[in-house]
């Protein structure tokens, strides 16, 4: 009849319990690891989540930026000089900050941040591969570049004079203007570092097919309070939070042609029964409230089923229709079972009307084919 009926297989449940795809967000942001770690802070809090998954170049999963790890970072560092964390390119500080690379290269840069605030002459800490920020200052501008400053970033819209820009390319330093503060470029520089320097390998993941119940405690007890649902390719495609466990929606199901919880499919103690439709006796299942159920003594559900789509002024479609002649006439063998009933009659009646069809033809051809096991 699927092949009558030029209807795809259908799918096999083999549960209806809650999976990771029934609860997970699919809109939230995913960060490269090398972006800097400012874009996936900001991410996070315009989508309020305490987690940004980090993905690689092919988009693979390679861990998550969290709300807790950035947070501790800044308190741990906060009367240390400031480092990069990792690797930085001149380029990422020059997004952060919003500025404009005057001179140099876009090369990687790795040492400390310091802010060029002393007197020319007091001691100073600046060594080869530092940042440097400073104001207006030409001299202080200079003495950066002579003690190896990699990159020398000029606040407030600072423009360097032609000795300073001279010295930079001789040192092979780069120059970069900020409409920043002293204050706030140097801050934002540390921000430019990349998301791998700060995120958490090995995150909790999961797939699609994985059962809640099997990933609930987890999710509770990670600080994060998430696992991240990924594909075959362990590319993010959803979040699941804490908050989602909290009384989730049950799966909705309609019980056809049985109403026995042996018989039905695994988890369905779990879901909410919305409506029974049946022509058997009254079974074992349970609801919690109070549901539509429909006990009626014909030979086959099926003449239910199209009598309810008369009743609405409804006609199935062609393949609908099909499948809905097969089941009454294989659940009354061809009209013949001692269950059938007028009511069966009228259906495959009027089923051979929308469909133009010889039903005793078309049962005898699939008790036929069913009798056939030379495969």
């Given amino acids: 009849m699927l092949f009558r009926s030029d209807v795809p297989e259908p799918q096999l449940l083999p549960h209806i319990m809650l999976r990771a795809c029934d609860l997970m967000h699919q809109e939230f942001p995913i960060a490269n690891e090398r972006d800097p770690i400012r874009e996936a ?10 987690l940004v ?41 020059v997004k952060v900050l919003d500025g404009e690379l005057v001179t140099g290269q ?21 060594a080869a591969g530092d940042i440097v920020v400073t104001g207006n ?101 959803g979040l699941v939070t804490r908050s ?21 499919v695994a988890g369905i103690d779990q879901a909410e029964i919305i409506e029974i439709l049946d022509h058997h006796h009254i079974g074992s299942i349970e609801t919690r409230v109070p549901v539509r159920a429909t006990f009626d003594p014909v030979g086959s559900t099926a003449t239910l089923v199209v009598e309810r789509f008369r009743h609405n002024g409804m006609e199935p479609s062609r393949p609908t229709a099909t499948m809905l002649l097969g089941a009454v006439l294989s659940d009354t063998v061809i009209l013949n079972s001692a269950t059938t009933t007028e009511r069966d009659r009228a259906v495959v009646e009027y089923l051979e009307r929308v469909l133009a069809v010889d039903a005793s033809e078309i049962g005898r051809e699939m008790f036929e084919a069913t009798s056939d096991v030379s495969e």
């Fill in 41 to 50: 802070g900001l991410a996070m809090a315009h989508a309020e989540l305490d």
């Fill in 53 to 93: 998954p980090t993905v690689d170049d092919k988009g693979a999963i390679v861990g998550v930026v969290t709300e807790r790890t950035l947070a501790r970072r800044y308190v741990r560092e906060s009367r240390e000089t400031s480092t990069l964390e990792a690797p930085t390119s001149v380029h990422a500080v």
């Fill in 106 to 126: 876009d090369v990687q840069l790795a040492g400390r941040v310091w802010v060029q605030s002393m007197e020319v002459g007091s001691p100073s800490g600046i």
């Fill in 137 to 237: 200052r030409p001299d202080a501008q200079r003495l950066a570049l002579e003690l190896g400053a990699s990159l020398l970033v000029l606040s407030n819209g600072s423009r360097p004079d032609s000795e300073v820009l001279e010295l930079a390319e001789e040192q092979c330093a780069a120059v970069v203007v900020s409409p920043l503060d002293t204050y706030v470029s140097g801050r934002m520089i540390t921000l430019a570092a990349p998301c791998r320097a700060f995120m958490e390998a090995d995150p909790l993941t999961a797939t699609a097919e994985f059962l809640i119940a099997d990933i609930s405690e987890q999710i509770k007890e990670i600080h994060y309070g998430a696992a991240v649902v990924i594909d075959s390719g362990r590319r993010p495609i």
């Fill in 244 to 264: 989602d466990l909290v009384a989730p929606e049950r799966r909705r199901v309609i019980l056809v042609d049985h109403a026995e919880q042996a018989q039905s």
